[in-house]
């Protein structure tokens, strides 16, 4: 399947960062797999100064960053979620993200060193939570709410009342 670029992509998150726009962007391609950056631009003499935007690709979705000034953060109305295959997945991306000053979150939410969120999700978990059983729901629920990094196998033996 060919890289979906900027241009060809019908939506795109943009990600606004004060100054680290090229550092993230190359952080977050260096910590997903079948990821890349496509084009750093520069613009000068704008109100901010001279802003660096980033094209770059996760997984083959398209993202721009810009460099751009404080006037605005990031806070957990938007976070980016990432479905996982498995426990070793899940403690591979938790530990790549919440390096070097990222913050834990409840329910497998965490924010990584430049104040994005994110949710680090089991895939099965999906699965269990579209299981309609309001029983095997509710034990899920309190389990995943005692949790800050999701635990599969804990998840699991909720779910199935173990």
Same mark, same amino acid.
């Given at each position: 399947?060919?890289?979906?670029?900027?241009?060809?992509?019908?939506?795109?998150?943009?990600?606004?960062?004060?100054?680290? $726009? /090229?550092? =993230?962007?190359?952080?977050? #391609?260096?910590?997903?797999?079948? @990821?890349? %950056? *496509?084009?750093?631009?520069?613009?000068?003499?704008?109100?901010?100064?001279?802003?660096?935007?980033?094209?770059?690709?996760?997984?083959?979705?398209?993202?721009? $960053? /810009?460099? =751009?000034?404080?006037?605005? #953060?990031?806070?957990?109305?938007? @976070?980016? %979620? *990432?479905?996982?295959?498995?426990?070793?997945?899940?403690?591979?991306?938790?530990?790549?993200?919440?390096?070097?000053?990222?913050?834990?979150?409840?329910?497998?939410?965490?924010?990584?060193?430049?104040?994005?969120?994110?949710?680090?999700?089991?895939?099965?978990?999906?699965?269990?939570?579209?299981?309609?059983?309001?029983?095997?729901?509710?034990?899920?629920?309190?389990?995943?709410?005692?949790?800050?990094?999701?635990?599969?196998?804990?998840?699991?033996?909720?779910?199935?009342?173990?």
């Amino acid at each position: 399947m060919a890289a979906l670029s900027v241009s060809s992509a019908k939506i795109v998150p943009h990600l606004w960062f004060d100054q680290a $726009a /090229i550092e =993230a962007a190359k952080f977050y #391609t260096q910590t997903f797999e079948n @990821s890349c %950056v *496509i084009h750093i631009s520069q613009i000068h003499d704008t109100p901010s100064g001279t802003v660096d935007i980033v094209n770059f690709e996760l997984f083959g979705q398209p993202f721009m $960053a /810009i460099s =751009a000034g404080p006037m605005f #953060t990031f806070n957990e109305s938007i @976070s980016l %979620v *990432i479905s996982c295959d498995d426990q070793e997945e899940v403690d591979r991306y938790w530990s790549a993200l919440s390096a070097d000053g990222g913050e834990a979150g409840q329910c497998g939410w965490l924010k990584d060193k430049f104040g994005l969120s994110w949710q680090v999700v089991p895939k099965v978990m999906n699965e269990m939570m579209r299981s309609g059983d309001p029983e095997k729901l509710a034990r899920l629920t309190q389990c995943f709410l005692t949790m800050t990094k999701l635990d599969v196998k804990a998840l699991e033996r909720a779910f199935h009342g173990e």
